[in-house]
């Protein structure tokens, strides 16, 4: 399948700084990439659909200046947590699907980044 | 999307077939039932998905009921590598955008 790259793995920061995340589809092109989050022992939360050459969509209840996404090429989106605080802190994931014209497309995740801001 | 029910855990012996369900009955003529699978601190993996028709590949099989309103996810031979959380997740609109419920969480033993 697809692979669908995250960097970094994970990173500690101190609080107020701002932290980049970024998310790679290494051999597709993706029009559309989506960003979740994951604390713990909790289910995956959908925070905001990264549109390529576009501004993102953000879910109700995420903050659009906190969340900054980046979808500058049809290969890579960012995320930047920006003035982080210990709230903050969690497993951040992105997802990608290979743009197909046909109806249904699987999608493919990265490995995640865990944040802890400290 | 449409909401699934999904029983919170299950444990199953390794080497023995592992049954999971998945209930949608709120399901629409052309949504899809895709599943995916989370292991402990990792991004999830896609396993299957399917319309109407059973779907088999080198991961596991997709039975679903000739009503769409549930399905059954089989992993034939589940090994302790197998051990996640399972999601059946019905996306309106396509397979890209995704709500995840609390799924299932597989536990394989010895």
């Known amino acids: 399948g697809a692979v669908v790259s995250q960097h970094p793995s994970w990173v500690i920061c101190k609080s107020g700084t701002s932290v980049k995340i970024e998310c790679r589809s290494l051999?597709?092109?993706?029009?559309?990439m989506f960003w979740y989050r994951q604390f713990p022992k909790q289910s995956l939360m959908l925070m905001a659909t990264?549109?390529?050459?576009?501004?993102?969509?953000?879910e109700q209840g995420v903050e659009k200046d906190k969340f900054l996404i980046n979808h500058a090429s049809l290969t890579l989106s960012t995320l930047t947590v920006t003035s982080a605080h210990p709230e903050d802190s969690s497993f951040y994931i992105c997802?990608?699907?290979?743009?197909?014209?046909?109806?249904?497309?699987?999608?493919?995740f990265g490995q995640g980044t865990r944040l802890t801001v400290v | 999307d449409a909401k699934t029910t999904q029983p919170t855990s299950m444990d199953c012996a390794e080497g023995r077939a592992a049954n999971l369900p998945c209930n949608h009955s709120?399901?629409?003529?052309?949504?899809?039932v895709y599943w995916y699978r989370q292991i402990h601190s990792q991004g999830p993996q896609y396993i299957i998905h399917?319309?109407?028709n059973n779907e088999t590949n080198e991961m596991a099989s997709l039975i679903i009921t000739e009503d769409r309103k549930s399905s059954t996810l089989i992993l034939p031979h589940a090994t302790l590598r197998d051990t996640a959380v399972y999601y059946c997740?019905?996306?309106?609109?396509?397979?890209?955008?995704?709500?995840f419920g609390t799924g299932t969480q597989l536990k394989v033993e010895l």
């Open positions: 997802s990608a699907s290979v743009d197909r014209i046909t109806y249904t497309t699987e999608a493919f």
């Open positions: 051999d597709f092109q993706a029009t559309t």
């Open positions: 990264s549109n390529e050459g576009s501004k993102a969509t953000y």
């Open positions: 709120t399901i629409s003529g052309n949504e899809y």
């Open positions: 399917g319309l109407k």
């Open positions: 997740i019905v996306p309106t609109g396509g397979g890209n955008k995704l709500t």
